[in-house]
């Protein structure tokens, strides 16, 4: 009987051990690929918008107040022809005075903690290789596509054909940049000093 006891209580060692074993290990996979193109970005006008001076009293106290529309060119110029989109980074992340809208850019915050406003942005009129396209957005890196034309702080954008819904190579597209801010309301802004508008996005290919 001590011969059978003792040989079970091995077995369940050598179980116990072997299970803690298994489980003590993890493999890590990584996985890329390089590409032989390269595409360049650029904005017209060096990418700079300006409205100049604004009067505080043209601003609205209870309500936002929208600034005119101002348009840039975007274009991206790669090497041949290439799967490729845009992701926009809000510089300035926290300071758009709407709330949990990934639409929504923030235009800086003044007097420390008082966000000024919120901008957003649009592509149009895209062209690919001389032909009109349309512009398709992804919020999952690449795995699923919708058409869409404005630019989100989490979404990344590139073009279709204007029969599919799939991302197509291309080696130059260019498309107008819409730029639409607005002020906060000024009832939440202490302007008694001039504050500086001060929004800031950065424009990245990312290859598909």
């Not at 890196?141 to 989490?154: E, I, K, N, V």
């Not at 260019?174 to 639409?180: G, H, M």
């Amino acid at each position: 009987m001590k011969k059978t006891l003792n040989t079970l209580l091995v077995a369940m060692l050598l179980t116990a051990s072997a299970s803690t074993f298994a489980a003590s290990s993890v493999d890590l996979t990584v996985t890329g690929i390089i590409t032989p193109s390269a595409c360049e970005p650029t904005l017209s006008q060096g990418g700079l918008v300006d409205y100049g001076k604004i009067s505080a009293k043209d601003l609205n106290a209870d309500k936002a107040t929208y600034l005119d529309t101002k348009t840039l060119q975007l274009a991206l110029t790669c090497d041949a022809a290439t799967l490729a989109a845009v992701e926009a980074k809000d510089n300035r992340a926290g300071s758009s005075y709407i709330p949990n809208d990934s639409l929504e850019f923030g235009l800086g915050l003044i007097n420390g903690n008082e966000k000024l406003g919120a901008m957003s942005m649009r592509l149009v009129a895209p062209i690919a290789d001389g032909a009109t396209v349309r512009t398709i957005e992804s919020y999952d890196s690449g795995s699923t596509w919708g058409l869409a034309r404005d630019l989100a702080t989490d979404n990344i954008l590139t073009v279709t054909d204007t029969a599919t819904v799939a991302p197509i190579p291309f080696q130059t597209w260019t498309s107008d940049l819409y730029i639409s801010p607005r002020i906060a309301p000024t009832n939440s802004l202490t302007l008694t000093n001039e504050v500086a508008i001060d929004d800031s996005v950065t424009l990245t290919v990312r290859y598909l």
